[in-house]
């Protein structure tokens, strides 16, 4: 008949051999996960351009706990600076683990400070993120506190490395004009490559419009699939390979903390706002600028407040 100290024994040996399992998991977990990260960036590493330009960005930290971040696409073709083809506005809340995003027009018409009347792209090419931080907050009054820039190369790894059997999209139409790839109509896995394709394509009567939304698709779609087993098992990967492809003002810790919280959250619906809202905006012609969107700002603002807060 065992003794109580005997049962106390093997309960403590099997507490340390059960701790001990943990930790080599955890060791194990940690040495997979790292030396994935060091497969994806080594596989990249010295291919991507240099976004950085302009002055330094004035980040900052969000009083509500919502961080917007401003996320700039750029297909930069080894050109020393770059439009910005894409601005959205993401906003992170930490505390419910939701993303909103809020898609620019890139044909917006806008005051960009010190250098007058542009588009809304133009301020990233005249002088980087931080003027376009800055023409945002004046024109929109909307705080940035983060942003990153994706070269249009970093989005094809990222979805080759993390669904290397494409991404399930219903595309709408045939698509083929000016986005390098042909793609039929229909629900379909797209590879990296068709998906930047469907993102960026204009050529119909929707213009800008369609492709924005097309984007939102993407992100949206892209999100669900991040949070799969297979693909949070491929995230070190996939992030070391997109790594030398980005440019971004947050620190490690607060990446670190987002991308976690996203690929752990389970998914979800995201809310998406395009701006201008429907019936708020003309299309003049400027000799110096061509056809722009010019806003009622007064809609555009108090729906932008509305939606993030």
Excluded: C
């Amino acid at each position: 008949m065992e003794t109580r100290v005997k049962r106390r024994k093997k309960k403590l040996r099997k507490g340390r051999t059960l701790f001990t399992l943990f930790i080599l998991l955890v060791m194990v977990t940690a040495g997979y996960a790292g030396s994935q990260y060091w497969m994806g960036y080594q596989s990249t590493k010295g291919a991507a351009p240099d976004l950085g330009q302009g002055e330094e960005f004035q980040r900052s930290n969000p009083e509500n706990g919502k961080r917007n971040v401003l996320l700039i696409g750029v297909d930069s073709r080894g050109e020393e600076k770059s439009r910005s083809d894409t601005m959205m506005i993401a906003q992170w809340d930490d505390d419910t683990d939701t993303v909103k995003l809020v898609s620019l027009m890139r044909d917006i018409y806008v005051e960009v400070p010190e250098y007058g009347p542009y588009k809304l792209n133009t301020a990233f090419y005249l002088d980087g993120p931080e003027l376009l931080r800055k023409t945002i907050d004046h024109n929109f009054d909307i705080p940035i506190h983060d942003y990153i820039i994706v070269d249009f190369k970093a989005f094809e790894t990222a979805v080759d490395t993390i669904a290397p059997n494409g991404v399930d999209i219903n595309v709408e139409k045939a698509m083929s004009e000016k986005i390098g790839v042909s793609l039929e109509a229909g629900q379909q896995k797209l590879n990296g490559q068709e998906l930047l394709g469907y993102a960026r394509f204009r050529a119909d009567s929707e213009g800008d419009f369609g492709r924005v939304n097309r984007q939102q698709q993407v992100i949206e779609a892209l999100i669900d699939h991040t949070v799969s087993v297979s693909s949070i098992a491929r995230a070190p990967k996939t992030i070391g390979a997109v790594q030398p492809y980005l440019q971004t003002s947050l620190s490690e810790s607060a990446k670190l903390t987002m991308f976690s919280s996203i690929l752990f959250s389970g998914g979800g619906e995201v809310e998406r706002l395009t701006v201008p809202i429907e019936g708020s905006y003309t299309t003049p012609r400027y000799e110096a600028a061509g056809s722009v969107l010019e806003l009622d700002w007064a809609a555009n603002q108090a729906a932008i407040k509305e939606f993030l807060e």
